[in-house]
């Protein structure tokens, strides 16, 4: 199994090309569009929210199809060619229709990149390939079980001639003194860390900008979009794409006020109060266009 070192990504070469396209405009648009696809996850990690089942039932709910269509069109006069990413609170490949989903994507915004994170429990060589065939740009395997599955994990993306940039293997299980291979976070207050052995260490709120509303828009099932997707107790919910248009909802009022607020080191309002999350890992370049903006205006 490969080895993990957490590191801080210091350069972030997506976001670097990407914001290229805004030197003119007032402010970005998000670089990222991430989607909680249903209500269901095939595991219960003592690191994740989910662990608890009361507060995390699995819910027989999910992304419709027409809603994503309405979504994707929305993007493309929008001329979006940043990511959609397909991880949120649950497990993408639960969702009934997640090839047709990424047809969709690769059909509508060709020149937009989709990217799954996935536990790993439901990929096969049939379904793997298909996803790929159906134009899937990226595969993160978050691996929480054994060696076995890694190396079988391992073996189809070879039998399927994928590389690390198509499909990544990422360990997940390396135990408590190792943080378990992430760098972990309390999920805005929604993890115990006491229950698996750890500690909070950081004295809340910090004092600590972060650039994930700079960059990122989080779309829930039921098209509630949240500050940002580490928000599991769904605390602040900016806006609703059923009701909304996805322009609208990235320019609200609630949106500039916790950017500008963040961009001062200040997270004494919530759900940020409550988070521990290290949100300078990436999207330094959003935060300097955000803040060039907030300086004029």
């Known amino acids: 199994m490969e080895k993990v070192e957490i590191k801080k990504i210091t350069v972030d070469k997506f976001h670097e090309q990407y914001i290229k396209k805004f030197a003119k405009s007032k402010y970005p648009l998000f670089s990222i569009i991430e989607f909680n696809l249903h209500g269901s996850c095939s595991r219960r990690c003592a690191f994740c929210p989910r662990v608890d089942e009361e507060i995390w039932p699995n819910l027989d709910e999910e992304f419709e199809m027409d809603f994503f269509e309405n979504i ?52 096969k060589n049939e379904n793997t390939k298909e996803i790929f065939d159906n134009g899937l740009d990226y595969l993160f395997v978050s691996l929480y079980t054994n060696k076995r ?5 391992e073996n189809l993306k070879k039998d399927l001639k994928l590389n690390d940039d198509q499909f990544k293997i990422r360990p997940r299980n390396l135990g408590k003194k190792m943080n378990f291979g992430l760098n972990i976070n309390n999920r805005a207050g929604s993890v115990d860390y006491e229950r698996f052995g750890l500690k909070q260490e950081k004295s809340l709120p910090l004092k600590r900008s972060c650039n994930y509303p700079m960059y990122t828009l989080f779309v829930d099932y039921n098209g509630d979009c949240l500050i940002c997707p580490d928000d599991w107790k769904k605390k602040l919910v900016v806006g609703n794409l059923k009701k909304e248009k996805i322009i609208d909802v990235w320019e609200k009022k609630i949106f500039h006020e916790v950017r500008k607020s963040l961009l001062k080191g200040d997270r004494s309002h919530s759900p940020c109060n409550e988070c521990d999350v290290d949100g300078l890992l990436s999207g330094n370049e959003f935060a300097k266009k955000w803040g060039e903006f907030y300086e004029k205006s």
Do not use: C, V, W
């Not at 599955?149 to 994990?153: F, H, Q």
């Open 72 to 123: 994707l069109m929305q993007l493309k006069k929008l001329d979006y060619t940043g990511r959609l990413a397909f991880s949120g609170f649950s497990e993408p490949f639960m969702h009934s229709q997640i090839n047709e989903i990424i047809k969709k994507i690769k059909n509508t915004l060709p020149k937009a990149r989709s990217e799954i994170i996935t536990n790993g429990d439901y990929l």
């Open 149 to 153: 599955t890694y190396d079988y994990l």
